[in-house]
């Protein structure tokens, strides 16, 4: 364990940080194709789905959505990555 573990753990950093992101990703396309949450219940997908009839007019209903996930799947896995290189026993 003293010699595996620290070797491994950012191994399991990055990989839990990158199924975070496939997590929301697979949210937000379940939902865009209305089979995740129901209308009732906010969703980032659910607000692209609604927001694709109006792109023409209305562009920022659709586009901000999109960019917040973006955002947010981006910055979770540059997150991880920092932490891996953080904790990372042989970078010292």
């Known amino acids: 364990m003293k010699h595996i573990l620290p070797n491994v753990f950012s191994s399991v950093i990055v990989l839990s940080t990158l199924s975070v992101?496939?997590?929301?990703?697979?949210?937000?396309?379940?939902?865009?194709l209305g089979l995740g949450v129901q209308p009732p219940?906010?969703?980032?997908g659910g607000m692209l789905s609604e927001?694709?009839?109006?792109?023409a007019t209305s562009w920022w209903i659709g586009t901000?959505?999109?960019i917040c996930i973006t955002i947010l799947v981006?910055?979770?896995?540059?997150?991880?990555?920092w932490l891996r290189d953080y904790l990372d026993p042989k970078s010292e």
Do not use: K
């Open 64 to 66: 901000f959505p999109g």
């Open 74 to 81: 981006l910055g979770i896995i540059f997150f991880g990555d």
């Open 41 to 44: 219940t906010i969703s980032w």
């Open 21 to 32: 992101g496939t997590t929301i990703l697979l949210e937000a396309s379940l939902s865009f």
């Open 51 to 55: 927001g694709r009839d109006h792109l």
